[in-house]
């Protein structure tokens, strides 16, 4: 039977699940994954193009370079952290470093186009295809 | 120290005690916890929480923190390539010290929460001279 009811959770549900699945499909191809590389990149498409989701928790706008250019997008930046002295640690489960992580889009990217938000962490770069990309429709004769 | 290549952390799904009565994955955030002369600082990684979204609950010594998700922001976004998944954080810690509940501070920047619990008076270190 189908589900009538409206649940408010139901789209966080479906998210995740199309994510899951996402996850174990070969859309890009056997082996060519960088699945471990830092930060962890989710990749959407909506009607301008791609979008490319990336967590970096504890990252300074400023730590994050963000590069374009033909197909790849490159996002390189540092994470650090500072508790000052003389602090006793209880639990050190946060990683820091330096990242470096290149993505390449199936089409050449419109660079002048391209929008990167910054918000709670989370960096979200609108990548749409260059005009040459795009569909022509050509009139038949 | 140098500094060294980061790497992925994968995101620990929660095996709560209880059951949440919403469905849906909840994550647990890395936590980092370190202790000063006057307070005990929690700083939590909550990538795509905002600071309204965040509940942080102290009952006895139990100290609970969930933060959710706005999915508003996924509507109309067909994954087509995925590393992670994204969900609620929550998690609890039983508090060693007495905190002093009247003046927690929090504090969120760049997805992460920071909460400065600082110790009631008698739980402060104090040093004794000996005569």
């Known amino acids: 039977m189908a589900n009538t009811l409206s649940n408010p959770f139901d789209p966080l549900l479906g998210l995740q699940r199309a994510l899951d699945t996402a996850m174990s499909s070969d859309w890009f191809g056997v082996g060519t994954s960088s699945r471990g590389s830092f930060p962890p990149i989710n990749v959407f498409q909506d009607e301008g193009g791609y979008v490319v989701v990336a967590e970096l928790p504890g990252v300074a706008r400023d730590d994050i370079d963000v590069k374009i250019h033909k197909n790849q997008v490159r996002l390189v930046g540092k994470k650090t952290r500072d508790y000052g002295e003389g602090v006793s640690v209880h639990r050190r489960e946060r990683e820091i470093g330096h990242f470096d992580r290149t993505l390449t889009t199936p089409f050449q990217i419109d660079v002048d186009e391209v929008k990167a938000e910054y918000r709670d962490g989370v960096l979200a770069l609108h990548v749409p295809p260059a005009e040459s990309e795009k569909p022509r429709s050509i009139s038949v004769q | ?131």
């Open chain 2, 1 to 131: 120290m140098a500094e060294r290549d980061l790497e992925v952390q994968a995101k620990r799904e929660l095996e709560p005690e209880k059951e949440k009565t919403v469905p849906g994955k909840y994550y647990v955030p890395y936590t980092d916890i370190y202790e000063n002369s006057d307070a005990l600082v929690v700083v939590m990684e909550m990538p795509g929480v905002e600071k309204k979204d965040i509940s942080v609950n102290l009952e006895k010594n139990e100290l609970t923190i969930e933060g959710h998700i706005d999915f508003e922001k996924y509507k109309n976004l067909k994954p087509v390539y995925t590393e992670y998944n994204v969900g609620h954080f929550s998690r609890s810690f039983r508090l060693s010290s007495e905190i002093d509940q009247e003046r927690i501070e929090a504090n969120v920047a760049n997805g992460v929460l920071s909460l400065r619990l600082p110790k009631v008076e008698e739980s402060q270190p104090k040093k004794i001279k000996i005569a």
